[in-house]
């Protein structure tokens, strides 16, 4: 491999670090095979041999076979991490939808219960909706005048009694003056026959 395959591979190595950087921890046993993908690039960084070009730069010596092993690893992972995205994804547009229906179920409810209570909090009289309040404002207005009405009847009637009773009075005094005037009447009537009886009976001696 030349060694602007072995920069650009370092370059690719390098930048897969930053993207899946995870510490290691000290006692971790390195290997390609297993572990992080930051161990598996710390065993490559650890395992390949450094040399000097002709123009003294600093170069780094990787297998081929090392390359495509990590690069398979590389893969997996991204693979993985794609179809745990996938399935995050689509676990959250369930979740989406679950809520956007929660949301119209709660939006239904809250509409059924703002009915519920305009429906609690009204009465329908003749047919004419009214809240429950002016119902039982014109309730008591309706109480109120027929309770006026029988105090004003009860009065009426006493006041009726009253005046029934000092009429029938005034009735009973009259029919005792007139039975009286007829018992005085009828003894003057009386009392003229008798003399006129008398005075016939001296005309005929």
């Given at each position: 491999?030349n060694?602007?395959?072995?920069?650009?591979a370092?370059?690719f190595?390098?930048f897969?670090?930053?993207c899946?950087s995870?510490a290691?921890?000290?006692?971790?046993?390195?290997s390609?095979n297993?572990?992080?993908?930051d161990?598996?690039f710390?065993?490559l960084i650890?395992?390949?041999?450094?040399?000097?070009?002709?123009?003294?730069?600093?170069?780094e010596?990787?297998?081929?076979?090392?390359?495509?092993?990590?690069r398979?690893?590389?893969?997996?992972?991204?693979i993985?991490?794609?179809?745990?995205?996938?399935?995050?994804?689509?676990v959250?547009k369930?979740?989406?939808?679950?809520?956007s229906?929660l949301?119209?179920s709660l939006s239904t409810?809250q509409?059924?219960?703002?009915?519920?209570?305009?429906e609690?909090?009204?009465?329908?009289?003749f047919?004419?909706?009214?809240s429950?309040?002016?119902y039982?404002?014109?309730?008591?207005?309706i109480?109120?005048g027929?309770l006026v009405?029988?105090l004003?009847?009860?009065y009426?009637?006493k006041n009726s009694n009253t005046?029934?009773?000092r009429a029938?009075?005034?009735?009973?005094?009259?029919?005792?003056?007139?039975?009286?005037h007829?018992?005085?009447?009828l003894?003057?009537?009386?009392?003229?026959?008798?003399?006129?009886?008398?005075e016939?009976?001296?005309?005929?001696?």
């Open positions: 491999m060694p602007s395959n072995y920069r650009i370092l370059v190595a390098l897969i670090n930053l899946f995870q290691t921890p000290a006692q971790e046993t390195l390609l297993s572990g992080t993908i161990s598996q710390e065993y650890r395992k390949s041999g450094n040399f000097k070009g002709t123009n003294g730069a600093p170069y010596a990787v297998k081929t076979g090392w390359l495509f092993t990590l398979k690893h590389v893969n997996d992972s991204l993985k991490i794609r179809k745990d995205l996938h399935k995050t994804q689509t959250v369930t979740q989406a939808d679950e809520i229906q949301k119209a409810t509409s059924d219960l703002d009915s519920t209570n305009l609690k909090d009204s009465m329908s009289l047919g004419i909706p009214m429950k309040g002016g039982n404002t014109l309730m008591w207005s109480i109120g027929l009405f029988l004003f009847f009860i009426k009637f005046i029934t009773k029938k009075q005034n009735l009973s005094e009259i029919e005792e003056e007139f039975e009286e007829r018992k005085t009447a003894e003057r009537e009386q009392k003229v026959r008798r003399q006129l009886q008398d016939i009976n001296k005309q005929k001696k």
